[in-house]
């Protein structure tokens, strides 16, 4: 009799497995809007089984199967527009072989001697569910180098510039927030290297550059100026906590003309960034071979 049960059971379940993939196949090609593509892993697949059995009686002691409930988890895949790179392949390579910049008929003279030394990515760095260009241009020796955000609209044909940060090493969080490093500290900290503030508007698509900055002083870079000319002295009445760091914050109701704590820093982060996430841009080498690996170019 144990026998007999455990086969009803697993035939049951599979009736009900079966039952439910030809349900959800049938509504998807039924239905008249555009679904997107679900891939179904036969590992994600939970059968979750209800038994109670029957209290004893003269017969026998029967296992009845009350209900058999078949849990399955899908995930849509990610489709990638392929127009669109196809477009951004078509621009690297023109970069990469004639220094024409995206969207442009410009010829680039200062990119560097090695092509290879500049950067590439592409990656929705601001979210707005589009892909976008993401340079990183290592021009030759003493020249700035160059972060720049271009967009490539499939519909209209035409390439945007979204934003352009100097110089790279750029920061993308997925609230729209971005840190830019400054190209050079000539501040009096490093605990963290200065770094300027630029905000993604989405009504116009693009970054608005430049709207704060952030820089700090170290307590043991103060020492060691001593009686330097122009050295700051230190503020020991906002570094109660001995961090041995206070900040510089040039962003709205910041006085840039006072120092800010250790726990003032904090709140500032967590007022500005929160629980946003860094954006992971991979960037790659500006050559022939990293290029081909986007899509391929009819």
């Given at each position: 009799?144990?026998?007999?049960?455990?086969?009803r059971?697993?035939?049951?379940?599979?009736?009900?497995?079966?039952?439910?993939?030809?349900?959800?196949?049938?509504?998807?090609?039924?239905c008249?809007?555009?679904?997107?593509?679900?891939?179904?892993?036969?590992?994600?697949?939970?059968?979750?089984?209800?038994?109670?059995?029957?209290?004893?009686?003269?017969?026998d002691?029967?296992?009845?199967?009350?209900?058999?409930?078949?849990?399955?988890?899908t995930t849509?895949?990610?489709?990638?527009?392929?127009?669109?790179?196809?477009e951004?392949?078509?621009?690297?390579?023109?970069?990469?072989?004639?220094?024409?910049w995206?969207?442009?008929?410009r010829?680039?003279?200062?990119?560097?001697?090695k092509?290879?030394?500049?950067?590439?990515a592409?990656?929705d760095?601001?979210?707005?569910?589009?892909?976008?260009?993401?340079?990183?241009?290592?021009p030759?020796?003493?020249?700035?180098?160059l972060?720049?955000?271009?967009?490539?609209?499939?519909?209209?044909?035409?390439?945007?510039?979204?934003?352009?940060?100097?110089?790279?090493?750029?920061?993308?969080?997925?609230?729209?927030?971005?840190?830019?490093?400054?190209?050079h500290?000539?501040?009096?900290?490093?605990?963290i290297?200065p770094?300027?503030?630029?905000?993604?508007?989405?009504?116009?698509d693009?970054?608005?550059?430049?709207?704060?900055?952030?820089?700090?002083?170290?307590?043991?870079?103060?020492?060691?100026?001593?009686?330097?000319?122009?050295?700051?002295?230190?503020?020991?009445?906002?570094d109660?906590?001995?961090?041995?760091?206070?900040?510089?914050i040039?962003?709205?109701e910041?006085?840039?003309?006072?120092?800010?704590?250790?726990t003032?820093?904090?709140?500032?982060?967590?007022?500005?960034?929160?629980?946003?996430?860094?954006?992971p841009?991979?960037?790659?080498?500006?050559?022939?071979?990293?290029i081909?690996?986007?899509?391929?170019?009819?």
């Open positions: 009799m144990i026998a007999v049960h455990a086969e059971k697993c035939l049951m379940r599979r009736i009900a497995l079966i039952t439910t993939i030809c349900i959800v196949s049938f509504q998807l090609t039924a008249n809007t555009a679904v997107p593509d679900i891939t179904i892993d036969p590992s994600a697949i939970e059968i979750e089984t209800s038994t109670e059995t029957s209290p004893e009686s003269s017969i002691n029967t296992t009845v199967i009350t209900t058999t409930t078949t849990t399955m988890e849509p895949t990610t489709t990638v527009n392929v127009a669109q790179h196809q951004y392949k078509k621009a690297l390579l023109k970069l990469l072989n004639k220094r024409i995206p969207g442009t008929k010829k680039e003279e200062f990119l560097g001697s092509m290879s030394e500049n950067e590439f592409i990656a760095v601001d979210m707005d569910g589009r892909d976008e260009l993401i340079i990183n241009w290592n030759q020796e003493g020249m700035c180098y972060t720049q955000v271009l967009e490539y609209d499939v519909e209209t044909k035409k390439w945007k510039t979204e934003g352009d940060f100097y110089p790279y090493g750029t920061e993308f969080y997925d609230n729209g927030i971005v840190f830019v490093p400054f190209s500290n000539q501040g009096w900290g490093s605990t290297y770094y300027s503030i630029a905000k993604y508007n989405p009504k116009k693009k970054f608005k550059l430049d709207i704060g900055n952030v820089s700090c002083w170290d307590k043991e870079c103060i020492d060691q100026l001593g009686d330097y000319e122009g050295a700051p002295q230190w503020p020991y009445d906002v109660k906590e001995k961090a041995g760091v206070v900040y510089i040039d962003y709205k910041y006085d840039t003309k006072k120092q800010y704590s250790q003032d820093y904090n709140k500032f982060l967590d007022d500005l960034v929160g629980d946003a996430n860094l954006i841009v991979k960037f790659k080498s500006l050559t022939k071979k990293n081909n690996k986007i899509v391929s170019v009819d």
